[in-house]
């Protein structure tokens, strides 16, 4: 089984290097036959004896029943080849330059989930990686992680598109985050953190389904599919205010977390963003 998946895994790898390859040819579409759609869109089983992936709550993966990492990797790469080709949103396929899956350790305890890629990240293939992603990534560190030790993902895998504006972002429709929230959920259902951080008020709409304030939101743990979920702000919002006070409530959220993960917290950690 161990070879067969490894197999499985490098003609995937090299299924997404081919394709890499012809995007930087200039080549936007490439024609597959329907059949080969089907078979794309079945992912690798996580447990062999059930034979398919948890796909709704009244299935959900025991923790003792985690599949081997090998299996968990095959299967990312899996829905990584499958992201790297969807053209369900024709508009979005057609802008974008990058399908922006996601980033970090596929067996982190803790998950971020942003709203869509913007500029930078489309760019660049990696979420979060403009300044709202560099502050995210000073909190993580702050957090006691590293980038690399957590997994990063958003509700959308393109940037929306914009036409006629030269500069800017705008929020994902309700109609694209439904299309694309499947991956998503692929993924958590794959990574199965122990904790999931929302960032900002668009990302507890795509997974919640709540419309409500993200100010009323943040500082308290939702679940979803059996995970806790801390709402919060997304970093962007502390870009634009810079109170010692938002910047604490933040905080005050990411220690909550910290202590959901039963990690230790520092004094110095508990005094962050307080006034002096």
């Known amino acids: 089984m161990g070879g067969m998946t490894n197999d499985y895994t490098r003609v995937l790898e090299a299924t997404e290097r081919h394709l890499q390859t012809l995007k930087a040819g200039g080549i936007r579409f490439v024609p597959v036959e329907s059949e080969t759609l089907r078979q794309l869109q079945q992912a690798l089983p996580l447990n062999t004896e059930k034979g398919r992936p948890p796909s709704d709550k009244s299935d959900l993966p025991d923790p003792s029943d985690k599949p081997a990492p090998e299996n968990t990797e095959a299967a990312m790469a899996a829905l990584r080849a499958r992201a790297a080709v969807c053209v ?119 997974l919640l389904g709540k419309t409500e304030p993200i100010g009323k939101l943040r500082g308290r743990f939702q679940v979803f599919r059996g995970i806790p979920l801390m709402p919060t702000f997304h970093p962007s919002y502390l870009l634009r205010n810079q109170a010692l006070a938002e910047k604490r409530k933040v905080w005050e959220d990411m220690l909550q977390v910290l202590e959901k993960l039963a990690l230790p917290v520092t004094t110095k950690q508990r005094g962050y963003f307080l006034k002096a």
Do not use: W
Request: hydrophobic content about 40%; aromatic content about 6%.
């Open 88 to 206: 369900k949103c024709p508009h979005l396929a057609a802008s974008r330059k990058n399908v922006v899956f996601g980033v970090g350790d596929i067996h982190a305890v803790l998950m971020f989930v942003g709203e869509a890629p913007g500029a930078d990240e489309d760019r660049q293939g990696e979420p979060f990686v403009g300044p709202a992603g560099q502050l995210l990534t000073r909190i993580i560190k702050t957090m006691g992680f590293s980038r690399e030790q957590v997994y990063i993902a958003n509700i959308l895998k393109c940037r929306p598109d914009t036409p006629g504006q030269r500069a800017g972002n705008r929020k994902p429709t309700a109609a694209e985050m439904q299309t694309c929230l499947p991956y998503l959920l692929e993924q958590i259902d794959l990574i199965q953190p122990k904790v999931i951080v929302a960032l900002g008020a668009t990302a507890v709409e795509g």
